[in-house]
């Protein structure tokens, strides 16, 4: 096997990565400063002034892989981007990871990424010139509404909201929480996820919709705080869907095709997590051996004592063995479809999150008490991590996939088995 990387691939990583040492990380205290000042759901200046420079760079939508091109509509509308595979862009995305603000600057946070998908593959020319021109221009944001409070979301078919036909229209009646991005004042879009038809079978009950944000019924009851955090200005709200009437021509493909749609988008957007999450690690254990080294205690530097050792090692070994698991996944998906890389998805989706939780764990107690404050960023970081191991299925549901299909391997061997006794 041959682990250098081509050409392209130490072209684009490189490219993101020395835009984010000379534009984005000296502006890291400027861009909190401006966070925590005046209104905190509001536009965020210095993002805007870096997305500029990174789209005159040719440093943006680099997360569209080439394939993702129309299979059920026209194609005659052009994605505005790169379109790198997704391992060329698990190099930049891991760059990306390693400021928790930087993906925006590049046009390449989620949930957009998503949403930018399900238009490009499954939308029609008019949700194309109405949704993705601007999404894909950085314009505007938008949100993506399936997890609910009153059921276990983990297993999508309990979903409850329910999208029904009324003549020229679908009118929508349900509660989601954890919408990602609603927070923000340019979040003019929502895709979501209700059902259709009670008497269906049970994957095909549920459809994908497209809902304006300033619809009549659309109310966002609520921001929601992760482990203390209010993620301004994105945020993660609660919202009410109160009888919200949209264009029965805003349903996406068809009614009964939303596992499908899920799927398409979903298997993307979960590695993209785990790319951005090995950048997280790496960051986490570059400030913790610059705490050890630099501090004393009980006539030696920290760096010395044999426990951090252990530490250092683990960190080290685990986040080179999760990159390669995370590239051979990317791999998979540019060679033979998300559908034949669902086994590598599903283990980097379970062991991206939990190593680099460790790392910050170990990162945190090697700073002691500013660790646990926000002045080195790593609370924050864990906690935006720890969200992981719910978002885009718990770790329960990959861990379940992964043993299926481990299991599956020895069936047939099993009942060939003569008996015994």
């Not at 939308?123 to 993705?132: E, P």
């Not at 059921?151 to 009646?173: K, P, Q």
């Not at 986040?319 to 033979?336: F, N, P, V």
């Amino acid at each position: 096997m041959d682990f250098r990387l081509s050409e392209r691939e130490t072209h684009y990583r490189d490219r993101v990565r020395d835009f984010i040492r000379t534009e984005i990380a000296p502006r890291t205290a400027e861009h909190d400063a401006q966070v925590a000042e005046g209104d905190r759901w509001a536009v965020v200046p210095v993002i805007e002034e870096l997305k500029a420079r990174a789209k005159a760079a040719g440093l943006w939508n680099l997360f569209m892989p080439p394939h993702s091109g129309q299979a059920h509509v026209d194609d005659s509308f052009a994605f505005d981007g790169v379109q790198l595979t997704n391992l060329e862009y698990a190099l930049c995305a891991e760059e990306m990871g390693r400021i928790g603000w930087a993906s925006e600057v590049f046009n390449c946070s989620a949930p957009d990424t998503g949403n930018m998908e399900v238009l490009h593959r499954y939308g029609t020319r008019d949700h194309k010139d109405r949704w993705l021109k601007p999404l894909m221009e950085g314009e505007i944001r938008s949100a993506f509404l399936m997890t609910e409070p009153d059921v276990a979301s983990s297993d999508a078919t309990n979903i409850r909201t329910r999208i029904e036909r009324d003549g020229d229209d679908y009118v929508i009646s349900g509660r989601k929480w954890w919408s990602s991005g609603v927070g923000d004042p340019r979040c003019k879009l929502a895709i979501v996820m209700g059902r259709t038809d009670e008497t269906a079978e049970k994957h095909r009950q549920q459809s994908m919709i497209l809902v304006p944000m300033d619809t009549p019924g659309v109310r966002i009851e609520r921001i929601l705080p992760v482990y203390g955090y209010d993620h301004a200005p994105h945020g993660h709200g609660e919202v009410l869907l109160d009888r919200v009437r949209v264009p029965a021509a805003n349903l996406l493909l068809g009614e009964g095709r939303g596992f499908e749609i899920a799927q398409g988008r979903l298997g993307p957007g979960r590695i993209h997590h785990c790319m951005r999450t090995i950048g997280v690690a790496e960051a986490a254990l570059e400030a913790m051996a610059r705490r050890l080294v630099s501090r004393v205690a009980f006539g030696k530097r920290i760096a010395d004592q044999s426990i951090w050792h252990e530490r250092i090692a683990r960190a080290r070994i685990d986040i080179e063995s999760s990159r390669l698991l995370c590239l051979k996944a990317a791999d998979m998906m540019d060679r033979a479809g998300n559908k034949s890389a669902a086994l590598e998805i599903a283990m980097i989706k379970v062991q991206g999150p939990t190593m680099a939780l460790r790392i910050l764990d170990d990162a945190v107690q090697a700073h002691g008490g500013a660790g646990v404050s926000e002045d080195f960023g790593l609370a924050a970081a864990w906690a935006n991590v720890r969200t992981l191991r719910f978002a885009d299925g718990p770790d329960e549901v990959h861990n379940r996939a992964i043993a299926r299909i481990e299991l599956a391997k020895y069936e047939d061997a099993a009942t060939q088995r003569p008996a015994r006794g």
